[in-house]
């Protein structure tokens, strides 16, 4: 069964400075990789998404992800953070040879921005 | 704004009671989801549908059915609701055949 890891489950980082959040996801096929963001008492929010060709992908608010097929990972960047981007990020995989619509999600990690 | 509502916001509740949330949706999507959200354990899937009456269990559904007689609505009733089952519960629809997801704002459910 396919399994999402997210390796850190809180990353504290000063305003300003470059963050990376880590995924990995177990081999598949074929998948659609995913990383939704939600603010402190809100629903989550669509992020980026990779679903095929360039293996960068941008998404809002300045994040980027890039797909690495041979190490199975999905990370997300940003090279300067502000203090608004505090919120839990969670990295998630579609996995389309299971036949059916399952996405299955990372614990999450928790984004700290220090002033 | 993909036109997701979930009611009530906040709940608490006694052990053994029976509860229901409620998803609504306003486009007619025909996959959608009920999960839960914990601590440490990301989103866990616990139901989902693929069009009405159509029904599926996903990862932690012991406690929990589902159900689906209108496109726009998708019901989650805990039977017989436990202190285990104190959560935030989250509806997401699925907009196309990648499955990118879009979620309500999330039910507080506290039992007590």
């Known amino acids: 069964a396919q399994s999402v890891t997210q390796l850190d489950s809180q990353v504290p980082v000063f305003e300003e400075a470059p963050v990376e959040l880590r995924c990995n996801y177990s081999s598949s096929v074929s998948v659609y990789l995913f990383w939704y963001v939600q603010y402190p008492n809100q629903g989550l929010q669509l992020l980026l998404k990779y679903l095929s060709g360039s293996t960068l992908v941008k998404g809002i608010n300045g994040f980027e992800a890039e797909f690495n097929k041979s190490q199975t990972s999905f990370h997300l960047r940003k090279p300067s953070v502000h203090i608004s981007d505090t919120a839990e990020y969670f990295c998630a995989v579609s996995d389309r040879s299971t036949g059916g619509f399952k996405t299955i999600f990372g614990a999450g990690t928790r984004l700290f921005v220090k002033a | ?112």
């Open chain 2, 1 to 112: 704004d993909a036109g997701i509502t979930q009611s009530p916001r906040h709940k608490v509740t006694e052990t053994g009671t029976p509860v229901t949330l409620r998803c609504h949706q306003t486009e007619n999507h025909r996959y959608m989801y009920w999960y839960r959200q914990d601590p440490g354990h990301g989103l866990r899937l616990i139901h989902y549908s693929y069009g009405v009456k159509d029904t599926d269990k996903g990862e932690v559904s012991d406690g929990y059915s589902v159900s689906r007689s209108k496109t726009e609505d998708f019901l989650l009733t805990l039977e017989s609701a436990t202190s285990s089952q104190t959560s935030v519960y989250f509806c997401a629809i699925s907009i196309d055949s990648t499955d990118t997801q879009y979620f309500g704002p999330g039910t507080r459910l506290t039992v007590l």
